[in-house]
């Protein structure tokens, strides 16, 4: 209970693994966060998000590896003698209690006294904007509101680790755009070391310091959002936050630079990609495309390919292009308002692109199933069907 | 549209009669003015008196309202500890066949259950006492306890426990504090049906009595073969109140529970 100490503490999983039956749940995980750091776990469902943070929380045990609070290992500590607060996907409001012993809860267990409680109970009101709401039942509370008794309870003993698991995920979008920003003030006064599970990459974006990205129980990549956006190591990171266009091609060296072959053509790109990479994807976020119907307006130091508007979607903000490429599949553009092109629908245009925003990755075609939209595969497999049927012909 | 459901109203009715008429007929029978089980012409409270001074009839009841309490509060404390267990316990296959051991005072005829309990009582010297009565019914009424906990605890959601756990308490804290109070109404109910059940106990209760132990249906048994006068009606009335007022205390403490625990109907 003490605040004086360091808030946040420091947490680091060492080569954490979790089996259930014959399914690997987790596999070679290792992960630090930072005391005070909002780290979120990020990724699909079964990605081994959830069982990464009941391993922490104590609810599930590790079959082998370590579990590091501030260096010391708390493999078999029960998770009440953790120490840490809790928020639940469902809230978990003990219905028959008011939203003042709900809060006032993990006080009673650590025996603090009654008057103590009461002052403690209501800051913890303070914090999360609820003041007033002390003797109403859970049931007498709009979803939101039990939201901000769940924090309340979870923050009130001043854990120095906060674990919350898809918190946000029952409340409508608007309500959860505000508790993003309540949840990030919240963050910033108590200070303690936030894990955060979530499988909304714009919820992920808009409240990590970095996050951890999921996938087939193992890590992708962490990082900040910037760098998980701008620069992922992996086409999984790449397809999982944002949308972006992709092109299908080869990588190979020469003269010392990597050049990505598309459909005959060569384009630049920054990479540090070794010389291995035969197979490759070109990825280029929307907004940092560029739509021209003449190709002489692009300068030198851009990459461009040609493609047709398949579909324009006005946004208010902006305008989002659906394009065909020249393999046969699709792409997405964004303008913004300030900067539309009088490209349209059935037009013919140069799409082009600065090379250092471009992403060449390894192409591993079996993390593309798991997210790529529908539209963007069906040409694919008709293409090469046709090529089947014209072969002997 | 009502025409059309009247006539499955009228057989409603016609059900909901047959069964409960002959439990009816005892009450105008109880304040007969004749000393046998024919239709009264004209009333008296003389049976009641007669039950009410009758050293026997009392010295039956109470046997029965003790016997009664206190093998529901065993069949309740053994009851909810084996629902909660076998609805926890990971192996599921062990817990079912331990769950259908539990039920089985429910479907093996009671003649049965009664000749094995005699057996056993005359071996280790429980018959016509009140441990044995206790005993016997506990087990019968340990049932009723195991379906109505297991079906609140089936409505509990689980990551309760887990919260409360997460907060610093203790497993026992957890019971205490979350789990017991919100299924309270499972093991009420559980316990209500306990206590009827002991309390209307004839079969088992018939075999291990004794001349100087025996509850009021055992009694009224009795009764029927050797005064055969309508002092057992007054008491079938009684004991009738008295179950019927029990189940409706229960059922409106539990309305009145869950509505006041449930969300709101305006939402």
């Known amino acids: 209970m003490s605040s004086t100490a360091e808030r946040g503490a420091r947490v680091v999983l060492n080569n954490v693994r979790k089996q259930y039956g014959d399914s690997v749940a987790v596999e070679n995980l290792c992960l630090e966060v930072e005391p005070g750091e909002f780290m979120t776990l990020l990724g699909p469902s079964g990605s081994g998000k959830t069982t990464t943070l009941n391993i922490i929380s104590g609810f599930a045990q590790?079959?082998?590896?370590?579990?590091?609070?501030?260096?010391?290992?708390?493999?078999?500590?029960?998770?009440?003698?953790?120490?840490?607060?809790?928020?639940?996907?469902n809230y978990a409001l003990f219905p028959h209690m008011t939203a003042a012993q709900n809060i006032a809860f993990p006080l009673k267990q650590r025996k603090i006294s009654k008057s103590h409680q009461r002052e403690l109970v209501s800051a913890a009101l303070r914090k999360v904007r609820l003041e007033g709401f002390e003797n109403r039942y859970p049931t007498q509370l709009s979803g939101g509101q039990q939201q901000r008794v769940a924090l309340a309870r979870a923050i009130v003993f001043e854990p120095r680790v906060l674990l919350m698991d898809e918190p946000l995920g029952a409340l409508d979008r608007k309500l959860r755009d505000n508790m993003q920003l309540e949840i990030r003030r919240i963050h910033r006064e108590v200070g303690s070391t936030v894990l955060f599970v979530t499988h909304d990459q714009e919820e992920a974006l808009a409240l990590s310091d970095r996050i951890a990205v999921f996938n087939h129980g193992g890590l992708e990549q962490v990082g900040t959002g910037t760098e998980l956006y701008e620069r992922p190591r992996t086409l999984f990171v790449a397809q999982f936050l944002g949308e972006s266009t992709q092109l299908t091609g080869q990588a190979s060296v020469e003269a010392g630079a990597v050049v990505f072959h598309?459909?005959?053509?060569?384009?630049?790109?920054?990479?540090?990609?070794?010389?291995?990479?035969?197979?490759?994807?070109?990825?280029?976020?929307?907004?940092?495309?560029?739509?021209?119907?003449?190709?002489?307006?692009?300068?030198?130091?851009?990459?461009?390919?040609?493609?047709?508007?398949?579909?324009?979607?006005?946004l208010g903000a902006g305008r989002?292009?659906?394009?065909?490429?020249p393999d046969g599949s699709l792409g997405t553009v964004r303008e913004s308002a300030g900067a539309m092109s009088d490209v349209h629908t059935g037009m013919e245009a140069v799409m082009s692109w600065d090379p250092l925003h471009a992403a060449l990755l390894a192409d591993d075609n079996s993390s593309q199933t798991d997210v790529e939209e529908e539209s963007d595969l069906s040409p694919r497999p008709a293409v090469t069907a046709l090529a089947g049927v014209a072969g002997p012909l | 549209?009502?025409?059309?459901?009247?006539?499955?109203?009228?057989?409603?009715?016609?059900?909901?009669?047959?069964?409960?008429?002959?439990?009816?007929?005892?009450?105008?029978?109880?304040?007969?003015?004749?000393?046998?089980?024919?239709?009264?012409?004209?009333?008296?409270?003389?049976?009641?008196?007669?039950?009410?001074?009758?050293?026997?009839?009392?010295?039956?009841?109470?046997?029965?309202?003790?016997?009664?309490?206190?093998?529901?509060?065993?069949?309740?404390?053994?009851?909810?500890?084996?629902?909660?267990?076998?609805?926890r316990w990971s192996r599921r296959k062990t817990s079912s066949t331990l769950s259908s051991i539990l039920l089985s005072p429910m479907v093996v005829p009671g003649i049965v259950m009664a000749i094995g309990i005699y057996m056993l009582f005359s071996q280790i010297g429980l018959l016509g006492t009140v441990h044995g009565f206790v005993i016997a019914h506990a087990m019968l009424g340990i049932p009723?306890?195991?379906?109505?906990?297991t079906a609140s605890l089936s409505g509990l959601d689980v990551q309760l426990e887990k919260a409360a756990a997460s907060m610093g308490a203790t497993p026992f804290g957890v019971f205490r504090q979350i789990t017991l109070p919100l299924i309270v109404p499972g093991v009420a109910s559980g316990a209500l049906f306990a206590f009827v059940s002991s309390f209307d106990e004839v079969i088992v209760s018939l075999f291990i009595k004794s001349p100087f132990l025996e509850t009021l249906p055992v009694r009224m048994y009795s009764s029927v073969t050797d005064d055969s006068n309508p002092t057992i009606a007054a008491a079938g009335t009684l004991v009738l109140l008295f179950t019927t007022?029990?189940?409706?205390?229960?059922?409106?403490?539990?309305?009145?529970?869950?509505?006041?625990?449930?969300?709101?109907?305006?939402?």
């Open chain 1, 62 to 89: 590790a079959d082998s590896g370590d579990l590091l609070v501030d260096g010391q290992p708390i493999n078999g500590i029960p998770p009440r003698k953790r120490g840490m607060g809790m928020v639940f996907q």
């Open chain 1, 262 to 314: 598309y459909q005959g053509q060569k384009i630049r790109c920054r990479s540090s990609v070794e010389s291995s990479l035969r197979q490759a994807v070109l990825l280029i976020r929307p907004e940092r495309l560029r739509l021209s119907t003449d190709s002489r307006s692009v300068s030198n130091d851009q990459e461009m390919i040609a493609v047709r508007i398949v579909e324009e979607v006005y």
């Open chain 1, 320 to 325: 989002k292009l659906t394009v065909r490429l």
């Open chain 2, 1 to 87: 549209m009502n025409s059309k459901h009247i006539g499955l109203k009228l057989y409603g009715a016609f059900v909901a009669l047959i069964l409960v008429l002959p439990t009816l007929i005892v009450i105008p029978v109880s304040f007969s003015n004749k000393s046998s089980f024919v239709f009264p012409d004209g009333w008296s409270l003389r049976w009641y008196e007669t039950f009410f001074t009758d050293r026997g009839w009392m010295a039956a009841s109470w046997n029965s309202v003790q016997i009664g309490l206190l093998s529901a509060l065993l069949a309740t404390v053994a009851g909810t500890a084996a629902a909660i267990g076998l609805t």
């Open chain 2, 144 to 149: 009723f306890v195991v379906v109505a906990v």
């Open chain 2, 245 to 267: 007022l029990i189940l409706a205390v229960g059922s409106a403490f539990s309305r009145s529970r869950r509505r006041k625990l449930s969300p709101r109907s305006s939402k």
